[in-house]
C-alpha cells in the first residue's frame, strides 16, 4: 500500500508498507556505482523479502560493503534503481535521508563503539539524538540490554567487554530506533568461532523476535550456512549467482568454487569415482546403503562431508565403483532421484573419463 509522509523539512515522500506478502523490502535493480574511474558495482540484481536474513558474500573488493553502504544511503550510485519499501533511496535527503537511516541499523567488524561513553550511553545515542524522552530512552536501553543477555553490563566501558559483548552492544545500540532493516558488515569476524557462533544465534533470535530483516556481508561460509535463507555472489561488482543457501552450498557453481576453492579430494585413478550429493530429502533415508544392498554391489568410500544449515544438514559423499558397475548405479540415482556427478582424479582427464564410459556404453 503506498501512503504520502509529509515531514516537516516540507519534503513528500511516497512511501510503500508492506502487507501484500510478496513484497520485496529491498528491490536492487541494475545497480552502477564507480569511485572515480573505477565501477565497482556493475549493474547488481537483489530482491530481498521482509523477515529474510540474506547473506552477501564475494572475494576482497567484489563491492560487497558498498553495496550495504548504497542501501541504507550512505554512499549514492549512478544508474539503476535500489528502493527500501519502494522508495528509491537516491531520491531522499534532508530529513526523509535521516528518517530512512533511521529505518535501517548497521553493525560493524569492529563495533565501532565511542569508548568513553558507558554500555547504557552507547546504546542511548540514538535515542538521544532522537531527542526521546529520558524515561522513554532508560526503558529502551534496558529492554536492549535484557534482550542481548548482558543487562549486568549496563555501567561498564567498551574496554572492560570481551568481543562478543562489545558486538552484542553494537547491536543493541543498532536495535534502539527500532529498525526493520539489520545491516551486518563482517559483525563476527573479529570474533573467535564460538563467540561468532553466540553472535549469528542472537541474530537468528532478532530476526525471529522481531521479524526485522537482516542483510550479512561475511566471508565465514559458516555464518552464512547457520543464518542465511537466500545469499548472493558478487565477483569483480557482479552478481554471479543469487539463491537459496541449501541450494548453493549442494550444487556449488564456479562462482562458490571461485571463493572457497577446491577441497583436496583423495580420488581414485581405477573405476568411477562419483560424488553424491545429499540433499535435505536423499540425507533423511539411508540411499547409499540401500543401493549396495539392491544392486549387490561393493564400492569404495573416498570422503564425504555434512554441513548444518538453518534449516537442515545436508552434504555429498564420494565413492568409487568398478566401471562395470556404472550403468546400474546411474539407474538407481535415477530412479531415486539423487543428485550426482563424476569426479575425476587428477590423472584421470575428462576425456579419458568419457571414453571409458562410452566403451562401457554408458552413453
Ligand atoms: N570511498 C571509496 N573511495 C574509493 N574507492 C573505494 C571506496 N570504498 C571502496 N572503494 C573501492 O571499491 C571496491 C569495493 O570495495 P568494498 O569495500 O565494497 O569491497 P568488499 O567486497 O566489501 O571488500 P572486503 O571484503 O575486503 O571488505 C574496492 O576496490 C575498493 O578499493
Known amino acids: 500500500m503506498w501512503q504520502l509522509t509529509l515531514f516537516d523539512d516540507f519534503s513528500v515522500v511516497a ?6 506478502g510478496g513484497e520485496n523490502l529491498i528491490q536492487i535493480k541494475g545497480l552502477t556505482k564507480s569511485f572515480g574511474d573505477s565501477q565497482v558495482l556493475k549493474g547488481v540484481d537483489i530482491n530481498i523479502p521482509p523477515g529474510m536474513i540474506y547473506g552477501l558474500v564475494g572475494r576482497s573488493g ?4 558498498t553495496l550495504l553502504r548504497c542501501i541504507n544511503g550512505l554512499e549514492t550510485y549512478e544508474e539503476g534503481n535500489l528502493l527500501v519499501e519502494g522508495v528509491d533511496v537516491k531520491s531522499l535527503s534532508g530529513k526523509a535521508a535521516r528518517e530512512l537511516r533511521k529505518e535501517i541499523g548497521m553493525i560493524f567488524q569492529q563495533f ?13 545515542l540514538p535515542l538521544k539524538c532522537w531527542k526521546y524522552s ?3 530512552i532508560d526503558n529502551k536501553v534496558k529492554e536492549l540490554l535484557e534482550m542481548i543477555g548482558i543487562p549486568d553490563k549496563i555501567h561498564a566501558k567498551p574496554k572492560e567487554l570481551s568481543g562478543g559483548q562489545k558486538q552484542r552492544v553494537a547491536i543493541a545500540r543498532a536495535l534502539a530506533m527500532n529498525p526493520k532493516i539489520l ?9 573467535d568461532p564460538k563467540t561468532a557462533k553466540s553472535i549469528t544465534s542472537l541474530l537468528n533470535q532478532i530476526n525471529q523476535d522481531l521479524g526485522i530483516t537482516i542483510v550479512v556481508v561475511t566471508h565465514q561460509m559458516s555464518v552464512l550456512r547457520s543464518v542465511c535463507e537466500e545469499i548472493a555472489i558478487l565477483e569483480n561488482g557482479k552478481l554471479e549467482v543469487s539463491g537459496p543457501v541449501e541450494e548453493i552450498f549442494l550444487k556449488q557453481p564456479q562462482a562458490l568454487k571461485n571463493l572457497i576453492g577446491q577441497k583436496d579430494l583423495v580420488l581414485l585413478h581405477e573405476g568411477i569415482n562419483i560424488k553424491i550429493l545429499l540433499s535435505h530429502e536423499i540425507s533423511c533415508q539411508p540411499v547409499i ?3 549396495a544392498r539392491e544392486l ?5 568410500i573416498l570422503g564425504g562431508e ?3 544449515y538453518q534449516k537442515h544438514t545436508l552434504g555429498s559423499i564420494i565413492i568409487n565403483i568398478p566401471s562395470e558397475h556404472f550403468n546400474k548405479v546411474k539407474e538407481y540415482f535415477i530412479k531415486n532421484h539423487v543428485m550426482w556427478e563424476i569426479v575425476q582424479s587428477n590423472e584421470q582427464s575428462s576425456a579419458e573419463v568419457d571414453d571409458h564410459c562410452l566403451a562401457m556404453n554408458f552413453g
Open 15 to 20: 512511501m510503500f508498507s508492506y502487507g501484500t
Open 62 to 65: 567484489a563491492g560487497k560493503s
Open 112 to 124: 565501532s563503539l565511542l569508548t568513553r561513553l558507558s554500555v547504557y550511553e552507547n546504546i542511548a
Open 134 to 136: 529520558n524515561s522513554y
Open 183 to 191: 545491516l551486518c558488515d563482517e559483525a563476527t569476524s573479529a570474533l
Open 289 to 291: 546403503t540401500r543401493m
Open 296 to 300: 549387490s554391489i561393493d564400492f569404495m
Open 306 to 308: 555434512m554441513e548444518s
